[in-house]
């Protein structure tokens, strides 16, 4: 997809109403005040020596990169939200509201952007060093906690 592709996917996701109730499909999910799409994922690197993964992740780096870039010219410069304090709290017993949880599981920090209401994010999920890369975006009405 191009970063045009996906500013039009983040476009469609502001002006979605969020469901009652959480939705979960295959690239992307929706629960009360949020949500969430894939906008791409690579590969599986189980059996790789390493190689792709390092272009894989330069290739999702630049796609990255362009859509900051390009939010940016629309809402100006992102706060990056490190969530590493997030998922500790939430490790701790601390009930965290989503989409926030599901961001700390999966990405140590976000670009995010306040658009009237609503706060933009973008990030690059990654659970374990075999997982795919995938660039994220959600669209929230939850302030960071």
């Known amino acids: 997809m191009t970063t045009a592709e996906h500013l039009d996917t983040i476009d469609r996701l502001r002006g979605q109403t969020f469901p009652t109730d959480p939705v979960r499909f295959d690239r992307h999910g929706s629960g009360p005040g949020h949500h969430l799409v894939q906008l791409v994922e690579t590969r599986d690197f189980w059996e790789d020596d390493g190689s792709a993964r ?6 999702i780096s630049a796609e990255y990169g362009a859509l900051v870039q390009a939010l940016t010219g629309r809402w100006g410069a992102p706060q990056v939200f490190t969530l590493d304090g ?51 975006a959600a669209v929230t009405v939850i302030d960071p906690p």
């Open 54 to 59: 390092i272009e894989e992740a330069d290739q």
């Open 86 to 136: 997030v998922m500790q709290r939430g490790l701790d017993g601390e009930a965290i509201p989503e989409p926030w949880d599901a961001l700390a599981d999966n990405a140590d920090h976000v670009h995010l952007w306040r658009a009237g209401d609503q706060w933009l994010v973008v990030y690059v999920a990654r659970r374990a060093t075999e997982d795919p890369f995938r660039l994220m």
